[in-house]
Nanobody
Framework: QVQLVESGGGLVQAGGSLRLSCAASGRTFSDYAAGWFRQAPGKEREFVAAISWGGAFTYYGDSVKGRFTISRDNAKNTVHLQMNSLKPEDTGVYYC?????????????????WGQGTQVTVSS
């Protein structure tokens, strides 16, 4: 499995932007689909975005479509989540994940790896 470490979270005002990064190590990262999930207090973990092994295909949860963009750089073993037009309801812990199963809408990293999470707080 790959090991994942997220960074880039923080506090931002509504309407602002943040860019999350996820650094992977341990395996050939291009063999893995990758994605982001988030979890708000008292709520279930929610799918945010996923990207295919080579980066050609991307998928987004309905609540972030048109505002968030997922990308990856396999040469640097990284995945990024650009978050624009942030809303208070985007607040939560954001987790990076990677798995060998194919990226798709509502993707879940079956048997995959998770990062430790990074906090994103959007103030109104």
């Amino acid at each position: 499995q790959v090991q994942l470490v997220e960074s880039g979270g923080g506090l931002v005002q509504a309407g602002g932007s943040l860019r999350l990064s996820c650094a992977a190590s341990g395996r050939t990262f291009s063999d893995y689909a990758a994605g982001w999930f988030r979890q708000a207090p008292g709520k279930e973990r929610e799918f945010v975005a996923a990207i295919s092994w080579g980066g050609a295909f991307t998928y987004y949860g309905d609540s972030v479509k048109g505002r968030f963009t997922i990308s990856r750089d396999n040469a640097k073993n990284t995945v990024h989540l650009q978050m624009n037009s942030l809303k208070p309801e985007d607040t939560g812990v954001y987790y990076c994940a990677a798995s060998r199963n194919k990226a798709a809408s509502s993707w879940y990293p079956i048997g995959g790896s998770w990062g430790q999470g990074t906090q994103v707080t959007v103030s109104s």
